[in-house]
């Protein structure tokens, strides 16, 4: 099991960039999947992004391609999403999930963090 923290959230304008990141307890952390959900007001958790454990291969929801980054640097034990060009539809909870195997549907991570905010007005 990891143990996982978001920071980085905060209000911004449409057009603007925020990076947030994951930092990870536990020495295993490389061996772990990571993915980036997000949840508006109303919705359902949906998947943003994700970066996987052994090919460093990341992929993207549509909505996000071209605009968000996910990368990780195991040495720190933390996965970052570089969000730029922000629209007031990506306003959401941002959450981030690990787990040894890879799928958009929350069902298959086990592990989730807090969340942190994003706003993004406009």
């Known amino acids: 099991q990891v143990q996982l923290v978001e920071s980085g959230g905060g209000l911004v304008q449409a057009g603007g960039s925020l990076r947030l990141s994951c930092a990870a307890s536990g020495r295993t952390f490389s061996t772990y999947n990571v993915a980036w959900f997000r949840q508006a007001p109303g919705k359902e958790r949906e998947f943003v992004a994700g970066?996987?454990?052994?090919?460093?291969?990341?992929i993207y929801a549509d909505s996000v391609k071209g605009r968000f980054t996910v990368s990780r640097d195991n040495a720190k034990n933390t996965v970052y999403l570089q969000m730029n060009s922000l629209k007031p539809e990506d306003t959401a909870v941002y959450y981030c999930?690990?787990?040894?195997?890879?799928?958009?549907?929350?069902?298959?991570?086990?592990?989730w963090g807090q969340g942190t905010q994003v706003t993004v007005s406009s």
């Open positions: 970066i996987r454990r052994n090919d460093g291969r990341t």
């Open positions: 999930a690990a787990d040894w195997r890879f799928g958009a549907t929350t069902l298959i991570w086990a592990n």
